[in-house]
Structure formats: C-alpha cells, structure tokens
C-alpha cells in the first residue's frame, strides 16, 4: 500500500533552516510528483512547490524562491525540503504529498503524516 | 496566480441537513484543475472530488460538485456526524493554490 512517512517535529531557532523528509513506500517513487504544503496553526493549506523525483527538477510558489530547496534521493525513495531563513510565521505542519497517477485526477491522492515545524526563539 | 475565495467560512448545520459550499475564482480556468478536499481534525486532508465534478474512489455519493465559470460548488446532500470537517478548493494550475477553506460545524 503507498505510504508517505515524515520526519518527526522539529524545534528551531529564528533564522535557522530546517530539513523535513518523506519516505514513500508501495509505489515507484520516479512515477509520480512529490508537492509539499504547509499549514499554520488553525490556518488553511498553503502549497510550498513540487519536485519530480525522476528528473529532479522543481518548481516552488513564488513566496518561497529562494529559500525553498526540494531535493529528493531514489536509492531510498526519499523526498526533502528544507526552509532556510526561519521566521515565526513559517511556524506550521509540513505536509508532504503525492501526485495522483490517474491523469484525470489533478489532486493529491496520498498525503505524509505531517511534521510539526516550530520556530521560537 | 489565481485566487480561490470560499465561503462561507463556517457553515452550521444539523445532521441530515444540505450543506452548499462555494469556491469562487479570480479568473477563469479548466474546470478539470479544480479539487475538493475534506480535513478533519489532527489528519490531513483526503481528496474528495477532482475534475470539479467526479467523486473520488470511496466516496459516498451525498458529495457532488459542478461548476459554472469561475464558480465551484461543493454540495453535500444530507450531512452525516463524520463530514463535519474543514473543506478546501484547489485549483492545479501551474502554480496551484487552495482556498481559504470552509468549516462544516454542527449546529
């Protein structure tokens, strides 16, 4: 069954960078894209970017250029993004998501567990 | 980019009552980008509907959706205790975006 497992929470400092993983299972991790978003406390979602783990190529809302980097490794099945320049609004759960393979569906089928990200000084 | 405005933000209802939520755009796009969503508490979000209008596998068929221009419209036709939820509009364009969600509460 496909299964995307995050990283565990992380506590950060204002100006620190933070790297969260997502490790799929049950499926060919090359086939489908990989999108990250997040959300604030209480807040809706906010889509982050997207990578192709086949090509490695991405692409990121303009909000987060620059300090987005998404990177993932095949040999483990593994997606990354890392947040540079913490702030305390970037304070949120990091949610990692698939790519439905079904070409009709322009949606998100299977979602990670999400990663509790906090920024405080 | 596109903006999706929801509304309204919070919907009280009984069970077994209708439930009519509306995604409007800022400008037009292909009705097969737009996505429902549904998130309940402490879980993430759970595809509901794609194409605007097409239930996803496992979905009970009280959940439509259609569209009309920039409107989407999300309708749930007789609300059971489980989709008392937060439900969000996605469009998938090239830079995606949600709206800001409407939450489904029991009155």
């Known amino acids: 069954q496909v299964q995307l497992v995050q990283s565990g929470a992380e506590v950060k400092k204002p100006g620190a960078s933070v790297k969260v993983s997502c490790k799929t299972s049950g499926y060919t991790f090359t086939g489908q894209y990989i999108h990250w978003v997040r959300q604030a406390p209480g807040q809706g979602l906010e889509w982050m970017g997207w990578i192709n783990p086949n090509s490695g190529a991405t692409h990121s809302a303009r909000k987060f250029q620059g300090r987005v980097t998404l990177t993932r490794d095949t040999s483990i099945s593994t997606a990354y993004m890392e947040l540079s320049g913490l702030r305390s609004d970037d304070t949120a759960i990091y949610y990692c998501?698939?790519?439905?393979?079904?070409?009709?569906?322009?949606?998100?089928?299977?979602w990670g567990q999400g990663t509790l990200v906090t920024v405080s000084s | 980019e596109i903006v999706l405005t929801q509304s309204p933000g919070t919907l009280s209802l009984s069970p077994g009552e209708r439930a009519t939520l509306s995604c409007r755009a800022s400008q037009i796009f292909n009705s097969n980008w737009l996505t429902w969503y549904q998130q309940k508490p402490g879980q993430a979000p759970r595809l509901l509907i794609y194409g605007a209008s097409s239930r996803a596998t496992g979905v009970p068929d009280r959940f439509s959706g259609s569209a009309s221009g920039t409107d989407f419209t999300l309708t749930i036709s007789r609300l059971e205790p489980e989709d008392f939820a937060v439900y969000y509009c996605?469009?998938?364009?090239?830079?995606?975006?949600f709206g800001g969600g409407t939450k489904v509460e029991i009155k």
């Open positions: 998501a698939r790519d439905s393979p079904i070409i009709a569906i322009k949606g998100f089928d299977f």
């Open positions: 996605q469009q998938y364009g090239v830079s995606l975006t």
